[in-house]
């Protein structure tokens, strides 16, 4: 018998396989009742081997809920005009309800005019200034993938989030900006902490809520928590081990943060599998949009 605390593990694996499970019952029923396929685009310039296995992933589980995943690969030296030529096409065409293009994207190329071109009502990643806007004052948008899933595991776990501490480590586009936006929509307390912040222990150890995205593995110790804190940890960082073995850990130490925190995402299996599978309900959701259907309950923020 021990009397040790740990906290509760949020198995991000089971939830986002719910997800897909729902999304999938909800691409069923839109082809059985208006004979409508939900499409996915994704953009991959070059040939980063990281970026080839999240692509696959991602048509992988497109099809696997049922809908319609296009691939669209181009070479590394693919110029800007015919990037966005690609994009302009996507955009026009009526079977695509959702437009990833993978980054990061070769130097040579604007990744911020590359975003700025997708049709907003097609840009799944909610990376596009008028989502990134609507967002910043609370309307309705598409809602980048990453922080959706950890808004949903928060959500799950807590209920309402009125009124919580919560503090978000890293300030990235992708993940920490888009974050805090999300849990001030839902009445947190945010702050943003990053690498330049002073005292960020003192901070960190007045959440109620910790996300962690900062990409440095293992390096929010224990001794950070306040007890009984959520964790939610972003980061995927691979490290090798003294014996030479691989292995991937999150930006949190996850063994000394068991003990005090209340509940914690592990890596892998908390937040990472649920990326995909929020790409696969923004995709649901602009399809819905786009045709005047009502958009699925708890699948958007
Ligand atoms: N590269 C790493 N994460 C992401 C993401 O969420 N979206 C896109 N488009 N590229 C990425």
Not at 3 to 25: C, L, M
Not at 178 to 186: F, H, K, R, T, V
Request: aromatic share 2%.
């Amino acid at each position: 018998m021990t009397d040790a605390h740990e906290a509760t593990i949020i198995d991000g694996k089971a939830f986002a396989a719910n997800v897909r499970a729902q999304v999938a019952a909800h691409v069923t029923a839109l082809k059985a009742d208006h004979g409508i396929t939900p499409g996915l685009a994704v953009v991959l310039v070059g040939e980063d081997p990281a970026s080839q296995v999240y692509v696959r992933s991602k048509g992988k589980q497109t099809v696997e809920a049922g809908m319609k995943s296009v691939e669209e690969k181009l070479p590394a030296d693919t110029s800007q005009d015919d990037l966005l030529a690609v994009i302009n096409r996507l955009n026009a065409d009526d079977s695509i309800h959702g437009i990833l293009v993978q980054l990061p994207l070769p130097d040579h190329l604007d990744s911020n005019l590359v975003i700025n071109t997708i049709d907003p009502a097609k840009d799944v990643d909610g990376f596009h200034i008028s989502n990134v806007g609507l967002l910043g004052t609370g309307q309705k948008s598409m809602v980048p993938c990453t922080p959706l899933g950890c808004l949903m595991l928060l959500r799950d776990h807590h209920g309402s989030l009125s009124g919580k501490n919560a503090v978000v480590l890293g300030r990235s586009n992708i993940v920490g900006k888009p974050m805090a936006q999300l849990l001030l929509n839902d009445s947190c307390t945010v702050t943003i902490a990053h690498s330049r912040t002073q005292n960020i222990e003192t901070i960190v150890r007045a959440a109620d809520i910790v996300v962690a995205a900062v990409g440095r593995s293992e390096m929010v110790p224990g001794s950070w928590i306040k007890p009984g804190a959520t964790i939610i940890d972003v980061g995927i960082n691979r490290i090798e081990l003294k014996d030479g073995t691989k292995k991937l850990v999150g930006d949190v130490d996850y063994k000394d943060c068991l003990p005090v925190a209340g509940a914690i995402t592990p890596v892998p299996g908390g937040v990472g599998p649920m990326t995909i599978a929020c790409l696969l309900a923004n995709t649901l959701t602009a399809c819905c949009r786009a045709n005047g259907i009502k958009e699925p309950e708890g699948l958007t923020a």
